[in-house]
């Protein structure tokens, strides 16, 4: 007998409507086990202020000069975007497979996946079998499951694409507003900070999101 698994994958502050991995497992013996998403994107960020260096505390004058020149040499960090990339492919004890990355704003979502060795196209994956972003194959296709507010609008192109087309009866079936191309989505710009649960491949994926 399965045992259903309810697996959160939110980020900070989402309540409990956010969205959830469901899948079936095919043993009873597999344990119901959560995978919070932003619980790991925070230890990133935590990180990043750790590899600032240790906290250094000195006395200096009160005046404002003084106080200005302090403040000074606490280096700031660039703004950056926290990525969970999640594999439409469950790992072997039924946990979701979730990679983190971190990059600036202000690039195409395709071009942050591959620099980071994110798996985008899939079968897809060989020379001439992908437009390699030019935007004319519709096959770097992600479902983005938080933090859509950070792409850029869809542009007429990605509409298209992203559309079926039933050549029985000529209708075009819209496929869900939550897939994006990743060749067409820009993140953010080069000062936006925020954070994304992205959906690899979702055509191929073995699990849904509960909305």
Same mark, same amino acid.
């Given at each position: ?10 980020? @900070? ?18 344990? !119901? %086990? ?10 990133? %960020? ?17 005046? #404002? @000069? ?17 990525? @969970?990339?999640? @594999? ?5 004890? *039924? ?9 600036? =704003? =202000?690039?195409?979502?395709?071009? &942050? ?8 196209? *899939?079968?897809?994956? !060989? /020379? ?6 030019? =935007? ?10 938080? *933090? ?6 869809? #542009?007429?192109?990605?509409?298209? $694409?992203?559309? !079926? ?5 000529? &209708?075009? /079936? ?11 989505? #820009?993140? *953010? ?8 649960? &992205?959906?690899? $491949?979702?055509?191929?994926? &073995? ?5």
């Amino acid at each position: 007998m399965g045992t259903t698994m309810q697996l959160a994958v939110g980020l @900070a502050g989402v309540a409990s409507s956010s969205p959830r991995l469901c899948t079936t497992a095919t043993t009873s013996s597999v344990r !119901k %086990q959560s995978c919070s998403c932003s619980v790991r994107l925070q230890q990133q %960020q935590q990180q990043r202020r750790r590899r600032r260096g240790p906290l250094r505390v000195r006395a200096v004058e009160t005046d #404002t @000069a003084a106080g200005e020149a302090a403040a000074a040499d606490v280096p700031e960090e660039p703004p950056s975007v926290d990525f @969970a990339f999640v @594999a439409p492919r469950l790992l072997p004890d *039924g946990t979701p497979d979730v990679h983190y990355r971190t990059a600036s =704003g =202000g690039q195409k979502l395709r071009d &942050i996946m591959l620099d980071a060795y994110i798996d985008l196209y *899939g079968p897809y994956d !060989k /020379v001439l079998l992908n437009c390699e972003g030019s =935007g004319v194959c519709g096959t770097c296709i992600v479902e983005v499951v938080q *933090g859509s507010e950070l792409l850029s609008p869809k #542009t007429d192109e990605e509409k298209e $694409l992203l559309k !079926k087309k039933h050549t029985s009866d000529e &209708i075009h /079936v819209q496929k869900p507003k939550t897939w994006r191309l990743a060749c067409q989505a #820009t993140v *953010g710009n080069p000062d936006s900070t925020g954070q994304m649960v &992205i959906q690899q $491949l979702p055509e191929w994926k &073995i699990h849904e999101w509960e909305k």
